[in-house]
Structures are given as C-alpha cells and as structure tokens.
Nanobody, 111 residues
Framework: VQLVESGGGLVQPGGSLRLSCVAP????????MGWYRQVSGKQRELVAV???????NYGDSVKGRFSISRDNAKNTVFLQMNSLKPEDTAVYYC??????WGQGTQVTVSS
C-alpha cells in the first residue's frame, strides 16, 4: 500500500506551500487522512487530520496558518501551509489512519 506525497521544497519565511497526498481508494474512503511531521531526533507530531465525516484537527503550532482539505473524486488530501516559519522545517508524512504512511516530503523554511 502506498501513499504518494508531493509539493515539498524550500520556501522563505512567510511564504506558502501546498502538499498533496494520493491514496488508494480503499484507504482514502475509510480512514482518517492526515499529515504529520518529524524533525531528526524528535518524535513525529500531528500537523492536521481530516476524518471521513469531514471534521478536522490541527496541531497547536499550525492552527490558523495551515489548512487540510480533500478531493474525494481524486482520493487526494491536501495541506495548504501559509505564513511558514523556520520552525515548520521538517519531513512531512501523509498518513492513512495512522496505519499507512507515505515516504515523506521535505519542507525547508529558510531565507
């Protein structure tokens, strides 16, 4: 089972990025889809999740700046990241039910 992420990269502080994650339909339709991030040497932390019914949860550090959404027709979940800060630098992982994971995409916020 593979979740395929895209959209990471280098951005200046205050900038924006949009991450995408395509999942198999069997996972996308059933599981809570979301994003987590990890910095080397630290635990993986919640960024944002969206439950099958549409409710969302966000990590405290990204509330008001990041937004999660999904396109059910394309089995894709998005993470819109605005007002990025250097402390947002991490590898971002797409998750299907905290059971299935993508390979990770690097986001670096630096001037």
């Amino acid at each position: 089972v593979q979740l395929v992420e895209s959209g990471g990269g280098l951005v200046q502080p205050g900038g924006s990025l949009r991450l995408s994650c395509v999942a198999p339909g069997s996972i996308f339709k059933i599981y809570t889809m979301g994003w987590y991030r990890q910095v080397s040497g630290k635990q993986r932390e919640l960024v944002a999740v969206m439950h099958p019914g549409g409710t969302t949860n966000y990590g405290d550090s990204v509330k008001g700046r990041f937004s999660i959404s999904r396109d059910n027709a394309k089995n894709t979940v998005f993470l819109q990241m605005n007002s990025l800060k250097p402390e947002d630098t991490a590898v971002y992982y797409c998750s299907g039910g905290f059971r299935y994971w993508g390979q990770g995409t690097q986001v670096t916020v630096s001037s």
